[in-house]
């Protein structure tokens, strides 16, 4: 069955950076496109990135861009996000997600929780 | 960026009822429309994706209808494990955008 397992998540002073991985099973992993969507706590669900299957279609929220980095490792099927520059405000539990058609997910993984505080 | 405005943003109700949710868009997606069931600690399950289609394994139950800019969520008998936070959300248009919500709690 399809399985999404994201890590790396944890608690990182404002300013900081942070990895997150995304580790798929159960389907071809390079055949698909990918997402990283957000949840803040107690908050509604924010997509963040996008990236296509072959790694080179990247999309950002404004949110985001400049400051995080998705990439893929198909080989490793695996997904990433690099976040730099950590605010407060991006506190959240990350999720990946596959990408069935536009940007519509139809499996998320269990999510990772970000913590951005001094 | 197109807003999505769900209605109601919580709502009671027993087991056995027929529950709808209403979701808005700011602008037309035609039948680009999601939604998704997420119970407290867990991830997002999608329900339903293009307005109507079912996604595999879902229950008959659930339903979806409209397009352009209104849409519909409906479960047409309520079980305990449906009491949940119900989202839509729009993939016509970059980027895509989620409604706030609608929880729907026990009666």
């Known amino acids: 069955q399809v399985l999404l397992v994201e890590s790396g998540g944890g608690l990182v002073k404002p300013g900081g950076s942070l990895r997150l991985s995304c580790a798929a099973s159960?389907?071809?992993?390079?055949?698909?496109?990918m997402n990283w969507i957000r949840q803040a706590p107690g908050k509604g669900l924010e997509w963040i990135a996008h990236?296509?299957?072959?790694?080179?279609?990247?999309y950002y929220a404004d949110s985001v861009k400049g400051r995080f980095t998705i990439s893929r490792d198909n080989a490793k099927k695996s997904l990433y996000l690099q976040m730099t520059s950590l605010r407060a405000e991006d506190t959240a539990v990350y999720y990946c997600?596959?990408?069935?058609?536009?940007?519509?997910?139809?499996?998320w993984g269990q999510g990772t929780l970000v913590t951005v505080s001094s | 960026d197109v807003q999505m405005t769900q209605s109601p943003s919580s709502l009671s109700a027993s087991v056995g009822d027929r529950v709808t949710i209403t979701c808005r868009a700011s602008?037309?997606?035609?039948?680009?429309l999601a939604w998704f069931q997420q119970k407290p600690g867990e991830a997002p399950k999608s329900l339903i994706y293009?307005?109507?289609s079912l996604q595999s394994g879902v229950p008959s139950r659930f339903s979806g209808s409209g397009s352009g800019t209104d849409f519909t969520l409906t479960i047409s008998s309520l079980q305990p494990e449906d009491f949940a936070t119900y989202y839509c959300?729009?993939?016509?248009?970059?980027?895509?955008?989620f409604g706030q919500g609608t929880k729907v709690e026990i009666k």
């Open positions: 159960g389907f071809p992993f390079g055949d698909y496109y």
């Open positions: 959300q729009q993939y016509n248009t970059y980027p895509p955008t």
């Open positions: 990236i296509s299957s072959s790694g080179s279609t990247i």
């Open positions: 997600a596959r990408n069935l058609k536009l940007y519509y997910s139809d499996y």
């Open positions: 602008q037309g997606i035609s039948k680009f």
């Open positions: 293009d307005a109507s």
